[in-house]
C-alpha cells in the first residue's frame, strides 16, 4: 500500500475579494519553496467569486496548488436562486469541495442527509469531496466525542462508495477546537482521527480506510502543524485563520523544511 499523499487545505471561509484573493495568492507563491509542493496535495478554497481569479492565477504561474470549494448544491442545475453546482466548479477547475464544514452545519443548517447528497453530487462529477466532521465541547465535555464523529460518518456517507481511496478526504474538526485559538493537544487529534479511520474501515475495509486521507481542522498554526502531522493518522489540515496569511500558511505548507 503506497503511503498516504499529506493533503494541506486552506478554508478562506468569507473573507478575501476576487482582487484580494489574487494578492494573496501571489504572495504564497512567494513564500513557498519548489521543494513545499513535492509529496503533498495543496489546496486552496476561496469563497465562490474568487474562484475564477484563484484558477487564472494558478494556471498562469503554473502553481502546483489545487482549487477547492467551501461549499455547493446536490443539483446539476434548476431554479435554485443563489446556489452553485458541481459541474459550474468543475468548469473552474475545481478538485476538492468541503461538505458538511462545522459552519455550514451549525449556522445554515445541514444535516448529515444533505452533507450526504452534497458528498454524492460531488462524487458524481468526480471531484473530491471533503467530508467535515466533528463533535462541540458539550459532546466533548459528556464524552460523547467518538460516538457523534461516527454517527456524523455513517450518515454522511450513506451510500457512498469508495474506490480510490484518496479521493475522498475526510476532515476531524473539533467545533471547540474552530476559530477559538484552542487547538486538540497532538495526541486528543490522533485519538479522534485514529477513531474515525476506525470508522472508515468498518465502512470500506482495511485497504480502502488505509490509503484514504483524515485531516485534522482547529486553530492549526505555524507552532502546531508539525506535532500534529508526526501523528500516525493525521494526513494533513484544514487550516481557516491561519490560511488568511500568506506568511503563516508557507509556513504550514512548508512544515517540513
Ligand atoms: P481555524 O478554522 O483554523 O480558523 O480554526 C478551521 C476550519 O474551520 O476549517
New binding site residues.
Partial sequence: MAARTPIIAG?W?MHRDHLEAIQLVQKLAYHLEEDDYEGQEVVLCPPFVSLRSVQTILQSDRLPMQLGAQTCYDQDEGAFTGEISVPMLERLDVTYVLAG???RRELFGETDEVVNAKTAAIQRHGLRPIV?VGESLEQREAGQAVEVVTEQLRGSLAGIDVSDPEALVV?Y?PVW????GRTATPDDAQEMCAAVRAELRSLYGEDTATGMRVQY????KPGNIRALMAEADIDGA??????LSSEDFALIVGHRR
Avoid at 481542522?217 to 492549526?220: E, F, K, N, Y
Wanted: net charge negative; glycine share 22%.
Fill in positions: 478554508n471561509k464544514h462545522s459552519e467535515c476532515a474538526e477546537a474552530i476559530g477559538t481542522g482547529g486553530s492549526v484544514l487550516v481557516g485563520g491561519a490560511s
